[in-house]
């Protein structure tokens, strides 16, 4: 009962008092919002977050979306504290008052909620971090000092808009990704939440308290009565003139909005018919797998209305979102663009593929959102489990400055080998990717690769030896039979997957310039150093953890024969599994032909050089020959021919 009437005598001090500005008369004010002894007040101060909104009336949210709005809110309280004292926590002995002070706080504008009870925060997470990073000198020890320059130059400005937001938080997304990965200690300060709070307390000048600051690194939307006041003006004005207009066109616009409606329910109905046409494809496809199928407003929800700074990836088809769905789990939202009743076909098909595999290292498919609406318009969306290290690519040739050690770039391509090899051979139907390239390859938080994007896979008809068809993919990534005949193989997955294990490899991409600027396929610049006995010099200098000479020069040459121009001489994405995992001996490799993109002293090298029909492999390693995929392509020529 006296701790009642303690928090209730507090209560009233809080609304009594005015509150303090956020730079200065902090004294009085702070000492009346900390409770309990001297050893367990609450240092942190709550009056920025209180000054932001003064007088707003936020609306009214589901508990999830309100925990989310608290929890945003206390990190900007605790990144004001750690401008003010270089600490990122208060003392663990103090969480009992903190939590009290701020629930106090969240109860004038949500009256009886419970922050810990309702959010599941439990008492001692608002004094534990990540890592066990408790001050500022802590934080910028585990950062290299180049990454933190990195973000005080893409966050030290106003974040109001969204492209300086959106520079500002992929750094810091970076950060978190490459520096801190180690434990956290619940979700109120961990390792997500630390590079935002170190860029709001010092990378920005205007500090945690700035709107923009607040709206960006936060995601705090706060409008001053200032601001209401003179929105109500604007609208009211707005209103005023629009009466205006409508008595005078009256007669007009009642028939424009008439013609209007009539057009959107026609367009209504086509939608729906064509959904309707839609949806009995896909469920079939779902009747018997677990996939589900979720409304927009889930995924407009999980994205935060498809947000800017959600934005993971971009390509062709759309953009790549994060989203959070109601049990807090990550996923990856794929949103295809320009989207049309036409176009539902390729979509079926991408779901499909995906639905119909089931392996460690290929994607996995959560579920899709097919919606029309007379505002978005057609909307086709698949979501799949988020990997949180990004791709290759991003590794590889991204912002991510350290390297990646030779475990595990061998486990990258241990596992991309094993994916594919599964989509050869183990899928019914067989599935040929076509668009095996760095980007296509993610990596989990364990840095296990994952192949994704089956957006042009195609399905092998059984007994088909190869397929004609359109040419699709990468330049730098397509066999030279499917670039020059469109002839499509599971072989030229397996010419793709020699590509990017030699971009592993060296840290080189598919197609680089040599010194005197001309184009040159990374294949070819391997082959170039193999053919003198140079393996070794294909693979990136300072590598960390470089593994035994013997091993790494395998990886070199499995990489090579791969990426053979001639499809005979590849090996197939089982034999290359075998050849990486286990003892197997390589073959010889046959001597390549000219390159599709070789200049003229190329071309006449290679007519001077010695008719050499193979290059012996390393010593130690046995051959072995191709002789019956080499039958099997002649058959496949004569069939060819016969047409």
Known sequence: MLRLIYFLLSISQLLIIPSASFAGHRGPRRNLLQNGSDSSRCPLNFEPLRGLAPNSQRPNLDTHSECQYILQGLRLVLADHLRLTNSFLPPLDSAESCWEIYESLVREYVPGFDIRRSCGFETPWIARGCMNITTRSEFEAQVPRSALDGVDTACNQSLLNNSPCASCTTSLAGIRASYLQGPSVGNVSDCTAYP???????????????????????????????????????????VVVACVVILVLGFAVFWFLRRRKERLLKQKWKSMRTDTNMSSGLDSISASTTLIRFTFDEIKAATRNFARDHIIGRGGYGNVYKGVLPDDSEVALKRFKNCSAAGDASFTHEVEVIASVRHVNLVALRGYCTATTPLEGHQRIIVCDLMKNGSVHDHLFGLVERK??????????????????????????????????????????????????????????????????????????????????????????????????????SGKKALIA??????????????SLVRKGRALDVVEEDMPELGPPEVVEKYVWVAVLCSHPQLYVRPTMDQVVKMLDTDMPIPSVPERPISLIANLDDIERSVSSSGSAN????????????????????????NQNGR
Request: aromatic fraction near 12%.
């Open 404 to 505: 990646l050690s030779w475990p595990i770039r061998q486990r990258i391509a241990l596992g991309t080998a094993r994916g594919l090899a599964y989509l050869h051979y183990g899928a019914q139907p067989s599935i040929i990717h076509r668009d095996i390239k760095a980007s296509n390859i993610l990596l989990d938080d364990k840095f296990e690769p994952k192949v994704a994007d089956f957006g042009l896979a195609k399905f092998t008809p059984e007994g088909m030896t190869h397929l004609s068809t359109r040419v699709a993919g990468t330049m730098g990534y397509v066999a030279p039979e499917y670039a020059l005949y469109g002839q499509l193989t599971e072989r030229s997955d397996v010419y793709s997957f020699g590509v990017v294990l030699l971009e592993i490899l």
């Open 196 to 238: 935002f709070i170190y860029a709001a307390a010092f990378a920005n000048q205007f500090g945690p308290a700035d709107v923009g600051t607040t709206k960006c690194l936060f995601n705090l939307d706060f409008t001053s009565s200032h601001s209401n006041s003179k929105r109500k003006k604007i609208v009211i004005s707005v």
């Open 514 to 527: 040599v010194n005197d600027g001309q184009p040159t396929l990374v294949t070819d610049w391997a082959w």
């Open 615 to 638: 290059l012996s492999t390393p010593a130690g390693y046995q051959t072995y020959t191709f002789e019956h995929d080499h039958v099997e392509v002649e058959k496949e020529d004569e």
